[in-house]
């Protein structure tokens, strides 16, 4: 199973922006479709956008389309979000390792590796 880490999240003010990086921990993430999440508080657990293999396919969740861009490279898979929001405030996850979907994203219960999350705090 991937160890997925997170990193990049932080206290910012609203407007700013974020790169969130998601790697794998002694493996790489090429071979593997890649999504993102998030979870505020007192809400569930969202998906945002997700990356196929290779960054050919991009899907992104209609909250997610104008100011988050998903991409990667050999090291990480990344989530740049833009203008941030107080309502952007929540914990961000990657996920990995789908072994199989019929859907574009693949389901959150479709992802077999997880990381720990990365916090979020906007501030207005």
């Known amino acids: 199973q991937l160890q997925l880490v997170e990193s990049g999240g932080g206290l910012v003010q609203a407007g700013g922006s974020l790169r969130l990086s998601c790697a794998a921990f002694q493996s790489s993430l090429d071979d593997y479709v890649v999504g993102w999440f998030r979870q505020a508080p007192g809400k569930e657990r969202e998906g945002l956008s997700c990356?196929?293999?290779?960054?050919?396919r991009i899907g992104y969740a209609d909250s997610a389309k104008d100011r988050f861009t998903i991409s990667r490279n050999k090291n990480a898979v990344y989530l740049h979000v833009d203008n941030l929001e107080p309502e952007d405030t929540a914990v961000y996850y990657c996920?990995?390792?789908?072994?199989?979907?019929?859907?574009?994203?693949?389901?959150?219960?479709?992802?077999?590796?997880w990381g720990q999350g990365t916090q979020v705090t906007v501030s207005s």
């Open positions: 990356l196929g293999i290779g960054g050919r």
């Open positions: 996920a990995a390792d789908v072994k199989y979907s019929t859907v574009w994203c693949p389901l959150e219960a479709e992802f077999g590796s």
